[in-house]
Nanobody, 117 residues
Framework: EVQLMESGGGWVQSGGSLRLSCTASGFTFEDYAMAWVRQAPGKGLEWASSMAWNGLSTFYTESMKGRFTISRDNAKNTLYLEMNSLKSEDTAVYYC??????????WGQGTLVTVSS
């Protein structure tokens, strides 16, 4: 069974930093692209960031560029999201997801990030 478990969320002041982690199991992690998806309060899902299986190709939504860094450690079956210069609009539940055929077919339960202005 595919399982994804996010961690690292919490409360942080505006301008601060936070590092999210996602541990994966139940599939060959290094064969798949991975993504971070977030949902702000009262808003829809947003494909925030993703990384190819080999880490050579990345995507960031425009608001994250220059502030967030996605990375992965295939030896540890772990995906990361380093978040810097956090803003109140970054407040959201952040989900880790497994990509397949340009869609997301497995999700974690999410970790809440709250940024205080």
């Amino acid at each position: 069974e595919v399982q994804l478990m996010e961690s690292g969320g919490g409360w942080v002041q505006s301008g601060g930093s936070l590092r999210l982690s996602c541990t994966a199991s139940g599939f060959t992690f290094e064969d798949y692209a991975m993504a971070w998806v977030r949902q702000a309060p009262g808003k829809g899902l947003e494909w925030a960031s993703s990384m190819a299986w080999n880490g050579l190709s990345t995507f960031y939504t425009e608001s994250m560029k220059g502030r967030f860094t996605i990375s992965r450690d295939n030896a540890k079956n772990t995906l990361y999201l380093e978040m810097n210069s956090l803003k109140s609009e970054d407040t959201a539940v952040y989900y880790c997801a497994k990509e397949f055929a340009c869609a997301l077919n497995a999700w974690g339960q999410g970790t809440l990030v709250t940024v205080s202005s």
